[in-house]
């Protein structure tokens, strides 16, 4: 029998999947629930337990992982009768690997305390592929001891796994991060099109592009989406719209000017108004092509 704690894995979807796979390859027992059936039976073949319900699956856990798309839901999953807390057992450590506001994940471990729930918040970053390779970067938030406890879980999750602070740190460490790719997908996308209309190799200037100081893990990853106009969701526009009003909110109570992510908030706004929000953020590229002229 493992040694290892048993895991309840709650949310299940781009991300959810390959990370909770991940810890299956690491000899964890998961025990997973979703809305999606399909979900589950991909959890199940990897050699997970689907469960019925969230109650059903946290029951016997020693580690609860969440992974949902926003405050709402999980708020949604973690409070009621049927929730997280009422049916955790004493002890228990939830790690909500969601991304949503720092205010949230301060109640949530303030609620949880009460429950005799420890809770830290750790938000992620690397996208579908880094959720695939294991390579995550994981920010933190909570005490150093459930971080310490938590430790061995991340290191199958990521490569890159820090302590950020106080519950809700790992939040704001993500809210800058979300900030940090959108403006940088955003300059790579005028980029593009500033080359392609002037009749560059567009393969060829980003290569070289990449290979200095204005190379990035965004152009990196991002490079043949923009190629190939392939913006099949890994992160989709939906998400990194809620992400930019949680930066832009978080960033405005503490008097924090952000007038290049306030744009950059506004094009994402206007590329999921017109229908791309399903695509992946990576699509700003079509923001682009759209001002410049271009038949989209």
């Not at 059903?56 to 409070?79: G, K, L």
């Not at 807390?85 to 109640?107: F, Y």
């Amino acid at each position: 029998m493992s040694t290892l704690p048993k895991v309840a894995w709650i949310g299940l979807g781009i991300m959810g999947s390959p990370m909770s796979e991940n810890l299956l390859k690491a000899g964890y027992q998961v025990t997973g629930f979703t809305l999606e059936q399909d979900k589950l039976d991909r959890l199940a073949k990897a050699g997970g337990t689907a469960a019925a319900s969230i109650a059903e699956a946290v029951a016997d856990a020693d580690v609860i992982v969440t992974m949902v798309p926003a405050s709402p839901q999980v708020e949604a999953i973690a409070y009621g009768p049927d929730g997280i807390l009422e049916n955790a057992k004493q002890g228990a450590l939830l790690i909500d690997m969601s991304s949503i506001t720092p205010q949230t994940s301060v109640d949530l471990a303030k609620a949880a305390a009460d429950k005799g729930v420890r809770v830290l918040d750790a938000p992620v970053s690397g996208g579908e592929a880094g959720a695939i390779e294991a390579v995550l970067s994981i920010m933190v938030g909570g005490e150093k001891a459930d971080f310490d406890t938590a430790k061995p879980l991340f290191d199958a999750l990521g490569k890159t796994i820090v302590l950020c602070g106080p519950h809700g740190s790992g939040q704001t460490v993500k809210a800058a991060n979300q900030l940090i790719v959108a403006v940088n997908i955003q300059a790579c996308a005028e980029a593009v099109v500033f080359l392609e209309k002037s009749g560059v190799d567009l393969t060829a200037a980003l290569d070289v592009l990449n290979g200095g100081l204005a190379g990035s893990t965004v152009l990196t990853r991002k490079k043949d989406n923009f190629l190939k106009r392939d913006f099949a969701p890994g992160f989709r526009i939906d998400l990194h719209h809620k992400d930019m009003g949680i930066v832009t909110d978080a960033a405005r109570n503490v008097g924090a000017a952000l007038p290049v992510g306030a744009v950059v908030a506004q094009l994402v706004a206007s590329l999921r108004a017109q229908g791309d929000g399903g695509l992946d953020h990576s699509a700003l590229l079509r923001a682009v092509e759209r001002l410049s002229g271009s038949q989209v």
